[in-house]
């Protein structure tokens, strides 16, 4: 009987001193509140999305992936504490953020830590840092915007136009590189208005683009600028093609201008109104899960989520160096890897590649015009 009890009595201990199953820890760094609100949103659901589909078919590795939230605030200092806490929470790799200028200051604390980060940021200068754990979830402007020039000298015939554009980091970044875009394409610009972050009234700035002699403009804003921006232009009655990136025409900003936004044109890394299967699927289950349309920063933070996934077990382990190490030179393809949702890789720098769009707003929706090659 003594020898029965000793016996359950220790198997009770083994049982006890069993580690539980482990669960992974991935920051969600974005932006919750502020002026970045719209964009950190979607990204932030997209994560959110993403990983649960993940935890849903047996998480990573076969353990469960716990995602930690942190609001960046749209603010640089606040975002570079928020990196630090999870850091200091134990995560293995970070999504976020998205705005440049967050970016650039927080991906210096993730670096030194040697943890790897999924930032929707697209100004030039995330990449030319040559910083071997950052990685974005949409190519950068100094890629998207050599796509979008070539439209417009090649199909739209462009020869004279004018720019408009917020001066801060990612204003600066896609305007140095529509700059030297239209100087490859032999486009003069004949008008270049910049603006000031979060800027309210932009009458002025419109005034300024209509007394030119340009025959299109390049509007670059984040989403809630933009919006502004063609309120105003409506107002005014500026007729001439409105193009930009994706911030110009993305859904937030159509959303926000209401029919002001119909006739801009843009060009977008993502749009879940590309005629492709697995974005359309993924657009109707987050329709379905968070009552309201995705825009790209969804689709951003979904196909970072479902990225970790798959290199992770291509590693063997959540090891963030060898991770960021397996990344640089990285294809997935959609058939291998259907979490990405369309083909895509990564260059030694952090870039990525991968198909985009040229689209147009028409009765509150973006129209595919053009599905561009990878560059």
Same mark, same amino acid.
Request: glycine letters at 10%.
């Given at each position: 009987?003594?020898?029965?009890?000793?016996?359950?009595?220790?198997?009770?201990?083994?049982?006890?001193?069993?580690?539980?199953?482990?669960?992974?820890?991935?920051?969600?760094?974005?932006?919750?509140?502020?002026?970045? %609100?719209?964009?950190?949103?979607?990204?932030?659901?997209?994560?959110?999305?993403?990983?649960?589909?993940?935890?849903?078919?047996?998480?990573?590795?076969?353990?469960?992936?716990?995602?930690?939230?942190?609001?960046?605030?749209?603010?640089?200092?606040?975002?570079?504490?928020?990196?630090?806490?999870?850091?200091?929470?134990?995560? $293995?790799?970070?999504?976020?953020?998205?705005?440049?200028?967050?970016?650039?200051?927080?991906?210096?604390?993730?670096?030194? %830590?040697?943890?790897?980060?999924?930032?929707?940021?697209?100004?030039?200068?995330?990449?030319?840092?040559?910083?071997?754990?950052?990685?974005?979830?949409?190519?950068?402007?100094?890629?998207?915007?050599?796509?979008?020039?070539?439209?417009?000298?090649?199909?739209?015939?462009?020869?004279?136009?004018?720019?408009?554009?917020?001066?801060?980091?990612?204003?600066?970044?896609?305007?140095?590189?529509?700059?030297?875009?239209?100087?490859?394409?032999?486009?003069?610009?004949?008008?270049?208005?910049?603006?000031?972050?979060?800027?309210?009234?932009?009458?002025?700035?419109?005034?300024?683009?209509?007394?030119?002699?340009?025959?299109?403009?390049?509007?670059? $804003?984040?989403?809630?600028?933009?919006?502004?921006?063609?309120?105003?232009?409506?107002?005014?009655?500026?007729?001439?093609?409105?193009?930009?990136?994706?911030?110009?025409?993305?859904?937030?900003?159509?959303?926000?201008?209401?029919?002001? @936004?119909?006739? %801009?044109?843009?060009?977008?890394?993502?749009?879940?109104?590309?005629?492709?299967?697995?974005?359309?699927?993924?657009?109707?289950?987050?329709?379905?899960?968070?009552? $309201?349309?995705?825009?790209?920063?969804?689709?951003?933070?979904?196909? @970072?989520?479902?990225?970790?996934?798959?290199?992770?077990?291509?590693?063997?382990?959540?090891?963030?160096?060898?991770?960021?190490?397996?990344?640089?030179?990285?294809?997935?393809?959609?058939?291998?890897?259907?979490?990405?949702?369309?083909?895509?890789?990564?260059?030694?720098?952090?870039?990525?590649?991968?198909?985009?769009?040229?689209?147009?707003?028409?009765?509150?929706?973006?129209?595919?015009? @053009?599905?561009?090659?990878?560059?």
């Amino acid at each position: 009987m003594i020898r029965k009890l000793i016996t359950t009595t220790a198997m009770v201990l083994a049982l006890g001193a069993m580690p539980a199953l482990a669960e992974l820890k991935v920051g969600s760094i974005v932006e919750l509140s502020g002026p970045g %609100a719209a964009a950190g949103t979607n990204f932030r659901d997209g994560v959110k999305m993403g990983f649960e589909e993940i935890n849903a078919q047996g998480g990573i590795l076969k353990e469960p992936v716990k995602v930690l939230e942190y609001d960046s605030q749209t603010d640089p200092q606040v975002s570079r504490a928020m990196v630090q806490k999870g850091i200091d929470d134990g995560i $293995y790799a970070i999504m976020g953020t998205v705005f440049s200028s967050s970016t650039v200051v927080n991906m210096l604390v993730a670096r030194q %830590a040697g943890i790897p980060q999924f930032t929707g940021s697209e100004a030039p200068s995330i990449v030319a840092m040559k910083n071997p754990y950052i990685f974005r979830t949409a190519f950068g402007s100094q890629k998207g915007v050599p796509k979008l020039a070539k439209y417009m000298s090649e199909t739209m015939g462009l020869k004279k136009v004018g720019v408009a554009w917020a001066n801060t980091e990612f204003g600066k970044g896609g305007h140095k590189a529509f700059v030297d875009a239209m100087k490859a394409a032999n486009i003069e610009i004949v008008v270049d208005v910049p603006s000031e972050q979060a800027q309210a009234d932009f009458s002025a700035d419109v005034l300024k683009l209509k007394g030119s002699m340009a025959e299109a403009f390049f509007i670059y $804003y984040t989403e809630e600028e933009s919006a502004r921006f063609l309120r105003e232009a409506r107002k005014q009655g500026l007729n001439k093609p409105l193009l930009g990136e994706t911030t110009l025409i993305g859904h937030k900003v159509i959303e926000l201008a209401g029919d002001a @936004a119909n006739g %801009a044109m843009g060009h977008v890394g993502l749009t879940p109104d590309a005629d492709i299967p697995a974005v359309k699927e993924m657009v109707e289950r987050f329709k379905t899960k968070f009552k $309201y349309t995705p825009d790209h920063n969804a689709i951003k933070g979904y196909t @970072a989520a479902w990225t970790l996934k798959y290199v992770t077990e291509m590693v063997g382990k959540p090891d963030s160096k060898a991770i960021a190490e397996k990344l640089h030179g990285l294809k997935l393809t959609a058939k291998e890897h259907p979490g990405v949702l369309m083909d895509v890789s990564w260059d030694d720098t952090g870039e990525m590649s991968r198909e985009s769009f040229v689209v147009k707003v028409e009765n509150g929706k973006q129209v595919v015009q @053009a599905v561009l090659p990878p560059n």
